[in-house]
């Protein structure tokens, strides 16, 4: 399918313009290795202070309200943190408290207290970015538990940042995830327009090949392979760690293989909810088997290439893409069978992942409407 929009500049929808966000960001990772212990130790202290702090707000706004202001902020009493990493602390735990509990809200279960051990999420009041010397070309100063004073951590730019950097209008945010072995820092990139013309894909995501396309391509065909690994390995062990690092590595490749260079539009399953539901199947044994996979992460990455390769974003309602008959438009429970499609109404086979995938690309056809003419290439 070729995609040509109707005419310059139109917001493709039926009746809905496209939401326009005015910048988007992209993170990059940064090695600590390079660091004195003097400054790890730095870091660490840091750490454990912050994390104490963010964890003590948790506690405390889980079972009384809270805001960001000075009569929260008191209910902490003892800290080596400043008032300003006290400040950040307690911004970050409302932030995991709302997420939290709008998450338990939407799957319709209750509510655990999480434990924060992961990253300081720091912004420009406590992180300053400049250019380094010589091997060591980028330079972070960070605020420490010593008020007043900035430690200054080298490291190296990697592939990732001269990507970001060299992209017109690209701006580097002064701020940074902070943790024992690495920092994050991101850019903030224009939004640019979507292209004019080019192919329109529809894809299914799925359990064992990780995604399929209406073209009949398959990728990621050795993700239940990887589930299966994670499975195995002991909870909070290294193998485990490694397991995951191994599955987002895979992810992202997988990703990255679609032909985003050729596409004007994409087209996804507006999925959510997909470990619980409320089918009798999905017991304890169902959510234990489906724990590795990760489909709203598949997701965010396609949403990520798609900005960057100005590819439309289209969701679209997952409801029966595995069992629609695409010949003959027969929905019925008994179309699919595991891997298999075969319509019980006019004997219609194929693949069951390619035939999802076609369902959505007819999904995100009709939801481009009149303002887009597709057409068959000749």
């Known amino acids: 399918m070729e995609f040509v929009a109707a005419y310059k500049g139109c917001a493709v929808g039926r009746g809905r313009p496209r939401k326009h966000k005015s910048h988007m960001q992209r993170a990059v990772k940064l090695s600590l290795d390079f660091i004195t212990k003097t400054k790890r130790r730095q870091i660490d202290a840091l750490l ?46 409302l932030e995991i408290v709302v997420a939290t509990k709008q998450s338990a809200k939407e799957l319709g279960v209750v509510a655990s207290r999480p434990i924060f051990s992961g990253a300081a999420v720091l912004d420009a009041k406590f992180v300053t970015i400049e250019e380094g010397k010589r091997s060591f070309d980028l330079a972070v ?57 080019g ?23 050795e993700f239940k392979q990887i589930r299966e690994k994670i499975k195995r390995r002991k909870p909070a062990s290294e193998g485990r760690r490694a397991a995951y690092e191994e599955r987002k590595h895979y992810l992202d490749a997988s990703v990255k293989s679609l032909p985003f260079e050729r596409l004007a539009v994409i087209g996804v399953e507006k999925l959510h909810d997909m470990k619980r ?14 724990a590795p996979w990760t489909y709203r992460h598949v997701l965010e990455r396609i949403e990520q ?27 019925h429970k008994d179309n699919r069978k ?41």
């Open 48 to 93: 454990e202070s912050y994390r104490g702090a963010v964890n003590f707000y948790i506690r405390s706004l889980w079972h009384e309200r809270g805001k960001l202001d000075k009569g929260t902020l008191a209910r902490i009493e003892s800290t080596r943190l400043s008032e300003r990493y006290k400040s950040q602390a307690l911004k970050q735990a």
């Open 141 to 197: 100063r960070l605020s420490t538990l010593n008020k007043g004073h900035r430690i200054t951590i080298l490291t190296r730019k990697t592939k990732p940042f001269h990507k970001w950097a060299s992209l017109p209008l690209a701006k580097l945010i002064q701020g940074c995830a902070l943790r024992e072995d690495s920092i994050i820092i991101w850019f903030e990139l224009p939004d640019l327009p979507a292209k004019m013309t």
């Open 199 to 221: 192919e329109v894909l529809g894809v299914d995501i799925g359990v064992n090949k990780l995604i399929s396309d209406s073209n009949g391509n398959h990728y990621g065909r």
């Open 277 to 290: 539901g409320k089918q009798k199947t999905r017991g304890k044994s169902f959510r234990k088997a489906m």
């Open 305 to 331: 290439k798609a900005q960057e390769n100005r590819v439309l974003l289209v969701r679209v309602d997952p409801a029966n893409t595995s069992r629609t008959c695409p010949a003959c438009g027969a929905v």
């Open 338 to 378: 595991g891997e298999r499609f075969l319509c019980v109404t006019c004997d219609h086979a194929g693949d069951a992942d390619t035939i999802g995938a076609l369902n959505v690309l007819a999904r995100t056809l009709a939801t481009l409407g009149s303002l887009a003419s597709p057409r068959l290439k000749n």
